[in-house]
Every structure is written in C-alpha cells, then in structure tokens.
C-alpha cells in the first residue's frame, strides 16, 4: 500500500533557527496535507496542498508540493517554542473514491530551545 | 469551528474489560474515523465509517469493533481489553472532500 517516509525523526533546535521536514512517497498523491499536534491535544491542520508544484504559506509556515507528486516539504521560519509539537505530513489513499481516508508519515518531533 | 468530542481523556482499564471509547462530531459530516497513536509507529487507522450503520476495516482492526448508529456519533469498542491495546486513541471526522478533524484524544491504559 500507499507508504509516506518522513524524515528526520526529530529535531531539535534554537529559537529564531529555521527549520525544514520533508515527506516522500513511491506512490503519486493528489493532495499533501501537513498537521501538527500539541502535546496532550489532536493533531490540526497547518497546510492542505492541492495542485503539483504549489507553494503555499500559513505565517511563518510555508509548505511545497514536490513536481513529481511523489514528495512534499514543510518549512518553518524563525521557530518559537510554541512551535514545539509533532509534525505529521498526510495524503489521501483514494483520491477518486468518496471517501479520504489518510495515509500518515510517521511525524517530525520538533523541540525548540528558548 | 467544528468540534470533535471524545468522551474521556484518559482511561484505565483492566485485561478483559469490555472498553467504549466515545466520539461525537457538531458538523454533519458524513466520515468518522478512529486511530490510534503509538511512538514510533504514527497514525494508525483502525475503523472508518462513511454514514451511519456503515463500517470499513482500515489497516489495524484486530481486536476493535465499532458502532454508528447516528451521524454525530462514532464509537469504538474493545471487546476484551489487552495490554498492547495501551495507546493513545484519536477520533477524526471529514466530509468527503476535506481534510479530517481530530478530537484531543483518549490515552488509554490497560493493566
């Protein structure tokens, strides 16, 4: 089935640093999304990418569309330690059924020193 | 907003306990699904359903069943709790088309 690697498994950095994860697949995916999850609390959608080659920002928070389908990347600039949480990109296993079921990377820990 | 309810943050449970994990949505939507969280291992899908009294096993469903008997309304059952059913259970609902919405979770424990 559909696999997404997610890379690196942590991180851990200094306040102002920025920072970059990125998901890959074998499979082609029609849409990336990324959610981050607070610790105690349910993941929450950052981005939703639709269309290959997207470039989109949410604040400090830009994430890419690879060309090929097969890849996407999250950038988080001048990180804050409210930033900390873990990241976890998402695609849809049947992008023409009725239903969206997810398949999910197995998520970017990210500390954030003050 | 919506809003995805789980009835208990956190839960113990002793080996055997027949378990209800409880989850309520506020926006109509047609999907709800539960995963669980497991260090290491991500988000595992363990049932969906796409409208009331429908089911579909997803990738982990071995040991689970659940009931939707109203839209709002998706619960997860275990019928006899184990020990490696410790985890950290999340409830998600989506309309067709949109991305999903995750409750805050239920960290359940069994001993």
């Known amino acids: 089935g559909q696999q997404l690697n997610q890379s690196p498994q942590s991180m851990f950095i200094q306040e102002g640093e920025d920072v970059s994860m990125n998901c890959t697949s074998s499979s082609i995916f029609n849409t990336w999304l990324w959610y981050k999850q607070d610790p105690g609390e349910g993941p929450v959608l950052l981005i939703a990418l639709y269309k290959a080659g997207e470039l989109t920002s949410n604040g400090r928070l830009t994430a890419q569309f690879g060309i090929t389908r097969k890849d996407s990347f999250l950038n988080i600039s001048a990180s804050i330690p409210s930033d900390v949480g873990i990241y976890f990109c998402?695609?849809?296993?049947?992008?023409?059924?009725?239903?969206?079921?997810?398949?999910f990377g197995k998520g970017t820990l990210l500390t954030v020193n003050p | 907003d919506v809003k995805v309810t789980q009835s208990s943050r956190y839960l113990v449970k002793r080996t055997g306990e027949k378990v209800f994990l409880e989850c309520v949505q506020d926006m109509d939507h047609e999907n709800m699904f539960w995963y669980r969280q497991d260090p290491g291992l991500g988000l595992r899908l363990i049932y969906f359903?796409?409208?009331?009294?429908?089911?579909e096993k997803g990738d982990i469903p071995e040991g689970y069943s659940v009931s939707r008997e109203k839209k709002e309304r998706f619960s997860l059952i275990l019928e006899s709790a184990s020990t490696n059913q410790t985890s950290m259970y999340l409830c998600a609902s989506s309309l067709s088309w949109s991305p999903l919405h995750f409750g805050n979770g239920t960290r359940l424990t069994v001993t």
């Open positions: 359903s796409y409208d009331v009294k429908m089911k």
């Open positions: 998402a695609g849809p296993r049947n992008s023409g059924g009725s239903n969206y079921k997810l398949t």
